[in-house]
């Protein structure tokens, strides 16, 4: 038998077509040329690699298992040299005149406004634009390269084009109103009970996850568009969700929502990652942010000070707290004067925050994903 020869990338990429778009005519059309052509290119490539590819027999073209294992290896060689191609395309262009940037909702808004005030810093000519969005609709705004960059949750089956790197974790707890029937039970709350009384959800605008659910328990939900619609519903009392503690915590503080013992764990570890598209390669300032990102997975160094990003809004008379929406990581002085003796007491009567959830097993390269659970709606 003899030796495979050498396929063309334009072949490759031929054969990658053929497969994405669903047959030879399909592919014709989005590589805008005709049947014929594509369909000599297919068996070019069959006869320098010395291999059958695809199945002909039936009306679609359906991948052998030789076609099957060389589809990964296509598509590999394909990216590389996207890759290779947008990376001389960047260190030729220099600096971006602007950088986008899609973030999930749950994302700490404390530390994004640290990042970007560094940003602005590093890089004051280059403009932001900054989105955010939730599940797969992040993903969703890469791939179609609205935006450069984004800060995503894990998704099941994200596309092989998007590349990810960890930046840490959100924490995300079950509350509701204290008046709410689920505040009432003492002890653990069984599933079934969960099951029973209205969940609030977070709804996914995405094409990526249609059809699926995340961390969703509940028979009955409500879908919301945004994270502060669900915030506001849930201190009514109308539902019970879960939200990042860190987005919570003043109104847990302040009794306004309650944090639920439910049977299957009052807290759990959201992962979050920094995407991009594999075939593009970052610029400058998009290289710097992406690494600002990356390294809030990293332990502050002891000693180090923390900033004091107090996102509150000043608080109105008469209101409860419904101005409260954020707050910072933990309360600091400002440097060079003394914390109010307010704060103190009030932090030296809360009990110390416990260690962190733990993460469970992940697939290879990749951080745990949280313990949620998946259901098909």
Known sequence: MRDPGLPSLDQLRVFIAVIDHGGFAHAARALHRTQSVISYTIANLEEQLNVELLD???RKPV?????????????AVSLKVDGMRARAK?????????????????????????????????????AMRLRTEALGAVTELVLQRECHIGISGWMPGTPDTIERQSCGFVTMVPVASPEHPLAQIEGKIPSAVLREHTQ????????????QDFGVLALRDWRLGDLSSKHALLRSGIGWGNMPVEFVQCDLDAGRLVQLQISEGSSFSFPLYVIRRGDEEPGPATRWLMQQF??????????????????????????AGLSHMYHRLRDAATPGQ??????KAKAGARAKPGPLPPMGEAPAGLSAPAPISLRRR
């Open 90 to 126: 960047a260190l030729s262009a220099g600096l971006e005149a602007e950088v986008s940037v899609v973030v999930d909702v749950m994302f700490s808004t404390c530390k994004l406004v640290r990042i970007l005030h560094a940003f602005q810093k590093e890089f004051p000519t280059v």
């Open 56 to 58: 002909r027999s039936k």
């Open 338 to 343: 003394p914390a109010p003796a307010a704060a």
């Open 63 to 75: 991948l052998t298992e030789a076609g099957k294992a060389l589809l990964a290896d296509a598509r």
């Open 200 to 211: 609030l959800v977070l709804t996914d605008r995405s094409t990526l996850t249609k059809g």
């Open 294 to 319: 990356m390294e809030l997975e990293q332990p502050e160094q002891p000693g180090e000070p923390v900033p004091n990003h107090d996102l509150r809004p000043v608080p109105v008379p008469g209101d």
